[in-house]
């Protein structure tokens, strides 16, 4: 889903660098009001974690993979605005560092991949919250059904900038039918690890979770023989474990994933690739401007051992992210300290 540069011509990639830009800039206001001192050390983790599993192509199709978009996940876990700002920082370092999603096409890139995911997908995710039965399974399966309604979502996005912006004559239904057949398929895999990601830190650490405040979780207690619920306490239910643990543990997976298990993932094309090559959309491609970085393409240059040279530059990658990441998200966990402290009275008032 990575759009190169040369795909959407000039002017609708600065409409839609505009729209990205505005919708930072609400993200960074709205993000105070989501982020916490739990939360805000998880914000930085979890841009790293979707650099990682972004890695991690999966089959999909004869000829075709697809990987993870990220959206879904990071709302769910971070809340919405918070979430807008994980995916745009992936696709940030991705584009400068390794060469992947065009630097003009960056505005493309974030209203489709950040943006739409992460608003179709907390809509989806909160609705479905709201009439499911409450407790872990349903949150479980809301953030299923959201990661899952996202990915054809954003393919949806991209095929009406490209009838209005694109830069050869192709037939938008064709284009329209392929993009979503193959991004249903996609958003299988990506509701899939979505939904065990977000289950898992739930099951240690519920209180994390932004899409489980305000939530009830039903208890059982034996009454004789059977089980029967119990009043039960709002979440967050604070778990023994420790944020520090979960948010080393979510590192070291991450490094792994992007430094050793990235190497087996699918070398097919991924879903946007395919259907350019098959349907000539990326006839006007245009060299990336950063071709010529050690790290273009996900590997080390000068390193001649492929495995090697993909696992050190997943590892920078990770790294990278997760510093960038957590400056932003501390920069703004401390803005809002500064706005919530008491103002200052001048002396003789």
Known sequence: MHVPDGFINAPVSAVTGVVAAGAIAVSLRGAR???????????????????AVQMLNFPVAA??????????LAAILVGPFTGVLCVSVVLLMQGILFADGGLTALGVNITDMAIVTTVVSYAVFRGLVKVLPQGRRSLTAAAFVSALLSVPA????????????????????????????????????????TALTVGAVIAVRPDLVYGARGLRQRLKLRVGD???????????????????????TGLVTSLVLAGFVSFYASANPDGLEKVAADHGIDKKTEEHASADSPLADYGVK??????????????????????????????IRRRRTTDASPTSVPEGV
């Open 226 to 248: 059977e089980l029967v619920d119990a009043p039960a306490p709002e979440l967050p239910v604070a778990a023994r474990t420790s944020h520090r643990k979960v948010w080393i």
């Open 63 to 72: 000829g075709t993979s697809g990987h993870l978009l990220g959206g879904a």
């Open 154 to 193: 954003a393919a949806v996005a991209f095929t009406l900038l490209y009838a209005v912006g694109g830069t050869t004559d192709v037939s938008i239904g064709k284009v329209a039918t392929a993009m979503i057949g193959v991004h249903v398929l996609i958003g299988i895999g990506e509701a899939a690890i």
């Open 33 to 51: 009001r989501e982020l916490d001192e739990r939360t805000a050390p998880l914000a930085g983790l979890v841009a790293a974690f979707i650099f």
């Open 302 to 331: 000068d390193v001649s051992d492929a495995r090697i040279s993909g696992g050190l530059a997943g590892v920078i990658g990770v790294g990278v992210t997760v510093v960038a990441g957590s400056g932003v998200f501390w920069a």
